[in-house]
């Protein structure tokens, strides 16, 4: 332990001693902790902070609780594996709160994580006013999610769905051979339908628009299912002579209208491909009886000052809670009371539970929020300060709260909100260990813990323990350089090639706005959580910029697993591009999305490293005198891989009362492989043994092959010469799969001309390896390109060529572009709450 850090452990009630911490990257780390209060884990992206941090000490103290469960109520819980540690002393139990993507169903929201739904929905039953004759309706009751509450036309769904010649048969003017009828599937089904058809005596080379009407309501809604003989691919001539001949036909096909093919498909496919093909072709509508408002009617007749809980789960919390301070002020009054004593004593319970839940969100800075949001729309920080206001209110005492970037996605007005919660759950008795990146919670911090001194292989160390003055006096660490010393970034001062103007911008809380976007330069989109950032660039801009362009790029919300007709996506009302795209010939989006989501999907895969890898494999020796292909090394063909685990490196084994867990495959130890594809070796490593390499022994390794090389140096550019080639896309961040976009992007030829839009590209990332995506950035700009990225970086902000800042406030109080112009513009601005943190990266 440092000097400084024993003089500083009188301060503090205990500490928690770790030995041996070897998990992932750690060397047998040997540090100590103190408890009640607040520790901030910092280093460099990959260097091991979250090894310690959730592998180890939360691991840990996860396990310690789940041995004293009996193993039946065990396997309920998602566990993770023991943590590779000697011996842990002082470890209070933890609860993690961990950055998360939205949760996958859409019928979780922001009403349902805050558990305000749930007494929102006991004040309509108990205190609502009823209409007269009406039956009290339990909580259940005002539930979309259950039988007793739901809607029973559209089934608590809020819309209902429907297929209509339009929506099946896009273009009348093609035949049916030619595929008019687009909702049939492409392959041989589709091809089985139109030869039954022929069968049946249809003419399937007449225009769709030409076939009487009958004809087409019959092949679009009938619900017969004529069963006829086949005979493929024949002309209606040629098929008509085969059954005069009494041929033998191909075989025996059945007829399904189309109208039976998308509904039948939606309901029972397993496949999530296959039901968001179908879903395209049906056309969803407000329910004509909830009006969208998803409940039956007899619980729409309850109101609470004079709202239904449909329109009270549309309020923003913050709305909310000025109704229900209201409310407080107005049952003082002496009639109302005598007019409704029981009612008083439960709304009194209720509201005030209410009002303090709310309080804790609006401390937070999500006011803005509406009880109704669902979950898969929310920002992985926004999800994470939902759950960190749940567990303020839940006033634990004792516990450790390891915390996984909670200023991820934060303003820095916002991150004071942060900081004051994170204090108030320390001033209850809790130890909160967090990791971080971002100065503000840095300094706020009681206790360091700094781990390095660099990522992967070359991290792994505790290098600092104890207060923050003494992290001054350790030259390894690179977070004291950046905690220490103001990052600036350097700045060419660009001035714009032409304007991309935008005009009637109109969606979320952007109402008929106008703005004008540089070209040719970098700009940064700032304002705080919730002021309409995201809607006006990533959602807005890139939509009409990719209709402009006629690029199809995917969708706002994919939610893996979920109905396609419940997503609720947010549209674009208005919007148009009125100058500016004849400088466009490109649009690339870099966003946080997944790179694949299965551990057959990798950095190398993604990237195109690995069909390189694979030729290089292909072109030995030995792989020639076997012949050998490159299809021959990889991981996701028969013949390469081993048969035992298919490629997939582990096998699940299935624990009798504890969760399944997965183990590296006996087979072949966890390399994938076969030993035949193994016995090819390249420069004295096999492929697995490749695969095993960090980008920046891979760098070393290949330097003679250009191609290779090329790549990989872009790759570790964008600072992640940490991660392995082969490692899987289930265990990266939203960060680093953004940034391996990038670097598959940075490899191109560059081309000028393009718009790359990213969205908190610095999110997870050290100040140093914000430094190293800048200079990449500007580089995209120095080649023609323009840059946009929406960012809560102020030294990012400062760097830029051009900020527009986007507020006042959230919700409903944003959605104006408060000041633009270059940052010392925007710094002296008196309308932005940017204002004020941009100004000292200036000075």
């Not at 006996?666 to 492929?687: A, F, H, M, S």
């Not at 140093?768 to 120095?782: C, F, I």
Request: charged share 20%; net charge neutral; with cysteine.
């Amino acid at each position: 332990m440092h000097k400084s850090s024993r003089e500083a452990t009188k301060a503090f009630s205990g500490f928690i001693e770790v030995k041996g911490a070897s998990e992932h990257n750690l060397k047998a780390v040997n540090v100590t902790i103190p408890r009640d209060a607040l520790v901030v884990f910092t280093g460099i992206s990959g260097s091991g902070k979250s090894s310690l941090a959730f592998g180890t000490l939360y691991a840990e103290a996860q396990r310690r609780y789940l041995d004293s469960v009996s193993p039946y109520a065990r396997r309920l819980f998602n566990q993770l594996s023991v943590p590779r540690v000697e011996q842990i002393e002082g470890l209070p139990p933890a609860v993690a709160l961990q950055q998360q993507r939205g949760a996958v169903s859409t019928r979780s929201s922001v009403g349902s994580i805050t558990t305000i739904s749930n007494l929102i929905r006991m004040l309509y039953s108990r205190t609502g006013d009823y209409p007269s004759g009406q039956s009290i309706i339990y909580a259940e009751g005002f539930s979309p999610n259950t039988p007793e509450g739901a809607c029973p036309h559209c089934h608590g769904l809020g819309r209902v769905y429907e297929v209509t010649e339009r929506s099946m048969v896009p273009d009348d003017s093609l035949t049916i051979r030619e595929r008019a009828v687009a909702a049939w599937p492409s392959a041989w089904q589709g091809q089985n339908q139109r030869d039954i058809l022929t069968t049946l005596g249809y003419d399937i080379d007449v225009p769709w628009k030409d076939l009487p009407q009958k004809t087409r309501d019959w092949i679009l809604f009938t619900e017969e299912q004529p069963v006829v003989p086949v005979y493929a691919n024949r002309s209606r001539e040629a098929v008509k002579e085969a059954i005069a001949k009494k041929l033998t036909p191909d075989y025996v096909g059945t007829f399904t209208s189309v109208q039976r093919y998308v509904m039948q498909t939606f309901a029972t496919t397993q496949s999530p491909l296959m039901k968001k093909r179908v879903a395209q072709y049906m056309l969803s509508s407000v329910c004509k009886v909830c009006q969208g408002k998803r409940l039956k009617k007899e619980s729409l007749t309850v109101t609470f000052a004079g709202l239904d809980i449909a329109e009270m789960a549309r309020l923003t919390m913050e709305e909310m809670a000025q109704l229900f301070a209201t409310f407080l002020q107005k049952k003082k009054d002496p009639e109302w009371e005598s007019a409704h004593p029981e009612k008083i004593l439960v709304a009194d319970r209720i509201v005030e539970d209410v009002l303090a839940r709310l309080q804790v969100v609006l401390d937070l800075g999500l006011g803005y929020l509406t009880l109704e949001r669902t979950t898969p729309t929310l920002s992985p920080g926004e999800l994470q300060r939902l759950r960190l206001a749940t567990q303020v209110y839940s006033n634990l005492f004792g516990v450790v709260y390891v915390l996984d970037e909670p200023s991820a996605g934060l303003h820095p007005a916002d991150t004071q909100a942060l900081l004051r919660t994170l204090d108030k759950l320390k001033a209850a008795g809790n130890s909160l260990f967090v990791v971080e990146h971002e100065p503000e919670v840095i300094q706020h911090a009681d206790w360091i813990v700094d781990v390095g001194p660099a990522a992967g292989e070359l991290g792994g160390q505790v290098l600092y323990s104890g207060p923050l003055e003494g992290l001054q006096k350790v030259d390894a660490s690179v977070t004291g350089k950046y905690i220490f010393g103001k990052v600036r970034f350097p700045n060419q001062k660009r001035q714009p090639a032409g304007w991309l103007k935008v005009a009637d911008v109109t969606r979320n809380n952007l109402n008929q706005l106008a703005v004008d976007f540089p070209l040719g330069v970098f700009t940064c989109v700032t304002g705080v959580s919730g002021s309409g950032k995201s809607s006006l660039v990533s959602q807005v801009l890139v939509e009409l910029a990719g209709k402009a362009l006629g690029t199809t790029l995917p969708e706002a919300t994919e939610v893996e697993d979920e109905n396609p007709l419940e997503q609720q996506t947010v549209e674009t009302l208005a919007g148009t591009i009125t100058a500016g795209m004849e400088f466009i010939k490109r649009l690339i989006v870099v966003d946080q999305k997944p790179i694949g989501r299965t551990p057959r999907s990798n950095l190398a895969t993604y990237t195109g490293l690995f069909d390189n890898i694979r030729k290089l494999f292909a072109a030995t020796r030995m792989a020639k005198a076997r012949k050998y292909d490159a299809g021959r090394f990889s991981f996701n063909v028969t013949k390469g891989r081993c048969p035992h685990c298919q490629g997939e490196g582990s096998v699940m084994v299935e624990l009798l009362f504890l969760p399944s867990v997965y183990s590296p495959c006996p087979t072949c130890q966890g390399k994938r492989y076969n030993p035949e594809t193994l016995e090819v070796t390249y420069r004295d490593k096999d492929i697995a043994e490749v695969l095993a390499l960090s980008v920046d022994e891979a760098f070393a390794f290949f330097k003679e092959d250009k191609t290779v090389a090329h790549t990989l140096q872009v790759i570790r550019e964008v600072g992640l010469g940490y991660l392995r080639l082969g490692q899987p896309a289930t265990e990266l961040s939203g960060g680093e799969a953004q940034r391996i976009k990038l670097a598959t992007e940075l490899q191109r030829q560059q081309q000028g001309s393009t718009l790359y839009i990213l969205d908190e590209p610095t999110t997870g990332l050290h100040p140093s390896d914000v430094e190293k995506l800048m200079t990449q950035l500007q580089g995209l700009v120095e080649a023609g390109n323009t840059v946009i990225v929406i960012e809560h970086d102020m030294a990012v902000a400062a760097a830029s060529d051009y900020v527009i800042d986007m507020g006042p406030g959230a919700g409903s109080k944003g959605g104006n572009v408060v000041a633009q112009g270059i940052p010392t513009l925007v710094a002296q601005s008196s309308e932005s709450r940017t204002a004020p943190y941009l100004a000292p990266y200036l000075s």
